[in-house]
C-alpha cells in the first residue's frame, strides 16, 4: 500500500498556481491509469487504483496549504501505513522550472505543505521536488508561487506531468532511478539514431603545375 500526496490549495481560484503542481501531477496520473473518480474523505480528495499488485491511494489535501499535514495524518492512521509508505509531489522553488529530484526525510526548508506534514507525521517520508523557480527575493515568493503558470511554461510543464505518469509505477516500486528517466525522455526526448548524416563536402580538386622544370627551381630558391 502506497499514499502519494500532492500538494496545493483547492478551488478554482488556485488550480494553475505554481504551488498546485502536486494536484496536477495526481490529477494526471489518475486520468492516465485509470483510477476511481476522486471523492472527498480524509479532508482531501481521494482517488483508488493499482500498480501490479501494489494498491495505491492518490490524496489531495482540501485543508489549504499551511494544514496539509491533518489531512495526510488523517489518511495514514486510517490506512494503517507507516511514513515510508508516504510520497509528497510538491513545488520547489529551489529547483529551477522542469528540475525534479528526490528526497526522502530530512528538513521543509521553510515549505508551509511539508512543515504541516512533519509536525503530523514525522519527516521520514519520500518528497518529489518539482521545481518551479525562484522569483529572485525571498519576500516575493509568497505571491510567486500563488501565481499561474505562464503561458511560456506550458510546454514544459505538459511533457514533465506526463513523465510524471510514464514512470510512476516505477516509483512505487521504488525505482527512483528509472522513474526520473521516464520524465526526462518526455523533456528532452533523444534524437533519432534513424536520421541520415548530411555528406561531407568534398574536397576541392588541386590545380594541375603547369610550371617548368627551371621555374619550379626558381621558386624553391626564391
Known amino acids: 500500500m502506497k499514499l502519494i500526496v500532492g500538494l496545493g490549495n483547492p478551488g478554482a481560484k488556485y488550480a494553475h498556481n505554481r504551488h498546485n503542481i502536486g494536484f496536477m501531477a495526481l490529477d494526471r496520473i489518475a486520468t492516465d491509469h485509470g483510477f476511481s473518480n476522486w471523492r472527498s474523505k480524509f479532508q482531501g480528495q481521494l482517488a483508488e487504483g493499482r500498480f501490479g499488485s501494489t494498491?495505491?491511494?492518490?490524496?489531495?489535501?482540501?485543508?489549504?496549504?499551511n494544514l496539509s499535514g491533518q489531512s495526510v495524518g488523517e489518511a495514514m492512521r486510517y490506512l494503517k501505513i507507516a511514513s515510508g509508505d508516504v510520497i509528497v509531489f510538491h513545488d520547489e522553488i529551489d529547483l529551477a522550472p522542469g528540475k525534479v529530484r528526490l528526497k526522502t526525510g530530512g528538513g521543509h526548508a521553510g515549505h508551509n505543505g511539508l512543515r504541516s506534514i512533519h509536525g503530523h507525521i514525522g519527516p521520514d517520508y519520500?518528497?518529489?521536488?518539482?521545481?518551479?523557480?525562484?522569483?529572485?527575493?525571498?519576500?516575493?515568493?509568497?505571491?510567486?508561487?500563488?501565481?499561474?503558470?505562464?503561458?511560456?511554461?506550458q510546454n514544459?510543464?505538459?511533457?514533465?506531468?506526463r513523465?510524471?505518469?510514464?514512470?510512476?509505477?516505477?516509483?512505487?516500486?521504488?525505482?527512483g532511478g528509472r522513474f526520473l528517466n521516464a520524465i526526462a525522455?518526455?523533456?528532452?526526448?533523444?534524437?533519432?539514431?534513424n536520421s541520415t548524416p548530411k555528406p561531407k563536402a568534398a574536397a576541392p580538386e588541386p590545380e594541375p603545375d603547369t610550371r617548368s622544370t627551371m621555374q619550379k627551381l626558381v621558386d624553391r630558391f626564391r
Open 156 to 161: 514544459w510543464l505538459d511533457d514533465e506531468l
Open 163 to 175: 513523465g510524471i505518469s510514464d514512470g510512476i509505477a516505477h516509483l512505487v516500486d521504488g525505482d
Open 126 to 153: 519520500d518528497r518529489v521536488r518539482l521545481g518551479v523557480g525562484h522569483p529572485g527575493h525571498k519576500d516575493a515568493v509568497p505571491g510567486y508561487v500563488l501565481r499561474d503558470f505562464p503561458k511560456a511554461d
Open 185 to 193: 525522455l518526455r523533456i528532452a526526448p533523444p534524437r533519432s539514431s
Open 55 to 65: 494498491k495505491v491511494t492518490l490524496l489531495k489535501p482540501e485543508t489549504f496549504m
